[in-house]
C-alpha cells in the first residue's frame, strides 16, 4: 500500500497521527499550502524547506491545462518540475471544472468545459483525472467529484453524490500507480444525514484516505460542523482525513477537534496578497494608515517577518511591490503551519480543549 | 570625513579599491542593485544578505513622495526602514524629477515637476535634495544634477552643465550630515572637452566621491568611452568614481578598465521581470518555447537558480507567476555581482586585459 496511517495519540476525538509513504513521513494534523499552478505564488521550494512544510497541493486543472500533464510527465513529474522533495498533493481538477467557468456542463459520465486559458472545449472524465494526476505524479491523487454550489436544492446535492461515489468507483478501478495513494471524497452537502450515507460509501470502496469536499463553500462554521461530523462517523480510523479547503483558524482547530488529519487553503496566501496578515491578536490590515510610522513587527512570534515593521510592510503594500505580498505569504503560512503544529503538541499533552478554547478566544 | 578611498591595486587604468565608511568597507569595483521604493523588486534584505550585495540605492524622487522623508527620518533612516545593516546609497532625484514626466521647468535655481503619484505641483532645490537625503540617511547621498536627454543641442547641454556646477557647490554648501558622504556629479553630454571641463570644476569642490551621470542614455559603447575617460582624467584618484545607471556586462568592464569603482542598473532586474537572464553565454529568453521541456538550469554556474529547469522557468513566466520574476531577478544580480567579482580578482592578479577580452567574446 502507498499510503499508510499510524495513530499515534488521540485526545478525545482529536487525533495526533502520521502519515507513511514511500516518499517518507508526514506528521498530522498537516496544513497543505496551495501551489497552484507549480508554485505558491511568490514562493519556491527553498521557502518550502525554510517554513518545513510537509505537503504541497497542485491543481490538476491549471497544470493539465498549462504546460500540461504531458509535459509535467516527461520532465520527471511534478516533484522533479519544481524542485521539491516533500511530498506532493493533487486536487482531481473538479472543483475548478465546475467553478471557474460558466459553460459547465455535468453528466453521469464525465464534464464538459472550456478552458480559461484558451476558450477550447474540453470534456473531463473520472478515468481522465485518475491518469492525468497519474501523469502529474504527486504523492496522494484524489477522486474527481461533484461539488455543487451551495446552498442547492436537495434533488441536487444527492443527485451530484451519487455520482461522485459513481465517479469514485470509476477512479479506484482505472488506478494503477503503485506509488501514488488515491483519495476518495465525500459529498452530500450540509445534510448529516447524506454526509452519513456517502462516508459509508466511500468507506465501502476502501480507499487509502478520505477527502471530505464542498464544505467551507458558504455555510457558517455552525452550520459546517453537523456534516462534518456525521461523515467522521463513517471513514475507518486506520486512514487520513482531509477537509478540503479550510483554512481559517477557527475550522482547523474545530476540524481537528473533530478527528480531521489533512487541510489546504488559498486562504493565507490570498489575504497576505491583499495585504492581511494572521497574528496571535488575530487579523491585521497592513494597508491600514495607523500603521504608517509604526516600527513594531507583524507579530513578534513569527520569524518569517519579524526583521521587517509595520510601516515598511504598509509602505510596501501601498506601492505594490512585490516583496509586501511575499514577505505576508511566507508570514501566513508560517502562522498555520506554527497553529497545526500547536495543535499536534496540545494533542500530545492531553490539552487540546483548552488549546482550542484559547484559538476561539481570538478567532471564533 | 565620513568616506575613504584606499587604493589596493591597479591594473593599467583599472583599480581595485575599497571605500571605508563609519558603516564599514566595500570592495571595488562595486556593482549596487536599485532598491527603487525601499526593495529590490521581489526581495527583501535577508536576501541582500544572500546575495552578499555591499551596497544597495534608494530612489529619493520616490521615496520623498512616499511614504515621504519625514516618515522614514521618524522610523530612524532608511536602513532601519527597510532592516538593512549594509550600506545605502540615494541618488538625488534629478533623474527621475526630469524624466517622469513631461511638465518639468528647470531654472537656475532648481526644478518645478508634478507628482507621478498624486499630480500634485512640486518645487525641489539642490538644497532639498540635500535635506531630504539628509533625512533619508543614507551613507551616500547624491548632489542634485541636471542631465539632459542626448542627443541635445550644445547649448542646452552646456547650460545644463553648468547649472550641475553652480548646484553641487549650493549641495556642498548646504550639507551637513558628518556622518553621510556628498558625491558630486560630472556631466556634459559626450563631448570629452565639456566632461574634461566637468570634472575639472567638480573636482575643485572637493566632494567625497564623484558621480559620472548622463552617460548611457541612449548613445553607443563607442560614443560613450571618450566622454567618459575624459571625465575620469580629471578625477582625483584618491576618491571611488561612480557611473551611474550602467549595467550591461561589456559597458561595465569596459569602465572598470577606464577606472570606475562603483555601479548601479536597474536593468538586471527589469531584465528579470520580462524573463530574460544573464549567463555565462550571453542572454537566455526563458519565455521562448524552445524551453518548455527543458530540464537543464537557467546556468550551471549560478547558485540563485540553478535548482530549477528552463521548463519550470518558462511555465511560471508564461502564467505570469512571480516566482518567476523573483527567481530570475535573483539569479541576474548574482550574475552582475559575480561579474564585478571576477573583475575584482583581475584586477588584483595583473590580467585584467585577458578578463576584460574574455567577457567581449560574449557581451561585446
Known sequence: MPLTYELLTADSHARRGRIHTERGSI??????????????IHLDSRDYENLEIEVVLGNTYHLM???????????GGLHEFTSWK???????????????????????????????????????TPEDAVTTQEKLGADIQMALDVCPALPAPEADVIRAMERTHSWAARAKASHQRADQALFGIVQGGIDPALRVRSAEHLANLDFE????????????????????NAALSQLPANRPRYLMGVGDPARIVDAIGAGVD?????????????GTVLTS???????????????????PANPMSRDFSRAYMR??????????????????????LDLVAQAR???????????????????G
Chains 1, 2 share one sequence.
Open 27 to 40: 506528521e498530522t494534523p498537516v496544513f497543505m499550502p496551495v501551489g497552484t499552478r507549480g508554485a505558491v
Open 65 to 75: 491545462l498549462r504546460p500540461g500533464a504531458e509535459t509535467i510527465d516527461a520532465i
Open 86 to 124: 516533500g511530498h506532493m498533493l493533487t486536487d482531481s481538477g473538479g472543483f475548478q471544472v465546475m467553478s471557474l467557468n460558466d459553460n459547465v456542463r455535468v453528466d453521469d459520465d464525465g464534464v464538459t468545459f472550456t478552458s480559461i486559458y484558451d476558450g477550447s472545449k474540453l470534456r473531463f
Open 209 to 228: 484516505g478520505y477527502g471530505i469536499g464542498g464544505l467551507s463553500v458558504g455555510e457558517s462554521r455552525v452550520e459546517m460542523m453537523p456534516a462534518l
Open 262 to 274: 489533512m487541510f489546504d487553503c488559498v486562504l493565507p496566501t490570498r489575504l497576505a496578497r491583499h
Open 281 to 299: 491578536h488575530g487579523r491585521v490590515n497592513l494597508r491600514n494608515a495607523k500603521h504608517a510610522r509604526d516600527k513594531g513587527p507583524l507579530d
Open 315 to 336: 509602505h510596501l503594500f501601498q506601492m505594490k511591490e512585490p516583496t509586501a505580498a511575499r514577505i505576508a505569504t511566507l508570514h501566513n503560512l508560517w502562522f498555520l
Open 345 to 363: 503538541r496540545a494533542i500530545e499533552q492531553q490539552s487540546y480543549g483548552s488549546f482550542r478554547a484559547s484559538i476561539m478566544e481570538i478567532w
